[in-house]
């Protein structure tokens, strides 16, 4: 039986601190990577200057894979790549380096160093083992990407206005995340282990 403060990341763990060491960095490096490449995946609706991506899902599922600590030094190395003006931001916008992160979306972005933090650390405490949790665990997460985005938002459009351009349209493809990840996540707990 896997104990509590063990996620995915943990089962294959090295035993020496040298090894760790690598093993950690070379987590939190593929876990930005995931995020940039999923940011590939964006749609800009004509309407919000905050565009549909897969950077949702991805920094959930870096959170819960790898852990509070883990998950959350790989977005904050997501945020230093986009800083120094690697293209790892949604493709939706041209503006890249500080300006983009001084944006618009910048909550967003900043907010996902909370949300890979809070998901990572209920995923320590077994609440990716079973859907429901799962689904909760994510939710929570997703909630803490809205909170920090949607205050940031608020000094950039209409007042009034940041529900409808900022949350609203959102909802229904993050559900749909959530979904896949609550199913995905518990499932893998179940394959049997050597």
Request: glycine share 12%; aromatic share 8%.
């Amino acid at each position: 039986m896997v104990h509590a403060r063990v996620t995915y990341a943990d089962l294959v763990h090295p035993a020496t601190r040298r090894s760790a060491i690598l093993y950690d960095a070379a987590l939190v490096v593929g876990g930005s990577l995931l995020v940039a490449l999923c940011a590939r995946l964006a749609v800009q609706l004509p309407f919000s200057p905050v565009p549909i991506t897969g950077q949702t899902l991805a920094v959930l599922l870096v959170g819960a894979l790898l852990g509070s600590r883990r998950g959350a030094l790989s977005m904050a190395l997501y945020l230093v790549e986009g800083l120094a003006g690697l293209p790892v931001f949604a493709a939706s916008s041209p503006i890249t380096g500080p300006a983009r992160l001084m944006g618009p979306t910048g909550g967003y972005l900043v907010g996902f160093m909370l949300a890979a933090f809070v998901t990572g650390r209920l995923a320590e405490r077994g609440w990716d083992r079973r859907p429901g949790s799962c689904l909760l665990a994510m939710a929570i997460g997703n909630a803490a990407i809205y909170l920090c985005g949607l205050i940031w938002l608020a000094g950039y459009v209409p007042h009034g206005l940041v529900l409808e351009l900022g949350l609203l349209p959102f909802l229904p493809g993050d559900l749909a995340k959530l979904a896949l990840a609550a199913a995905l996540l518990p499932a893998g707990w179940q394959l049997p282990r050597e």
